[in-house]
């Protein structure tokens, strides 16, 4: 039996334990942003870019160069987290429109 209050190493096994719909967006921009720096985990850089763009909606159109301004990220993270939101945005038009591009 898995315990209540678990603690993961990453939040990919809360992911794979309980599914992606009982993490926060903080975890969930963690796993895309993958590896912290030293002395700063993929989870408090993630915390940080919320923080400073808000809300997922706004941060999806803030330039990537903004991104940079956050250290620990990187252009392969930037990058990552730029086709994510690419790809949530062709999901939604998919989803409104009833077709596929």
């Not at 309980?18 to 903080?26: D, H, K």
């Not at 706004?58 to 956050?70: D, G, S, T």
């Not at 949530?88 to 077709?99: D, I, M, N, Q, Y």
Request: charged share 30%; net charge neutral.
């Amino acid at each position: 039996m898995m315990e209540a209050n678990r603690k993961w190493r990453h939040p990919g096994g809360k992911l794979r334990e309980l599914g992606a719909q009982a993490l926060t967006n903080a975890e969930l921009l963690a796993i895309l942003i993958s590896s912290g720096i030293k002395g700063k985990p993929a989870e408090e850089i993630a915390e940080e870019v919320l923080e400073r763009f808000g809300s997922l909606p706004e941060m999806a159109n803030v330039p990537l160069e903004r991104f940079l301004e956050i250290k620990g990220l990187s252009d392969v993270k930037i990058i990552r987290i730029a086709a994510a939101f690419e790809i949530a945005r062709r999901l939604s038009r998919e989803a409104l429109s009833g077709k596929e591009e």
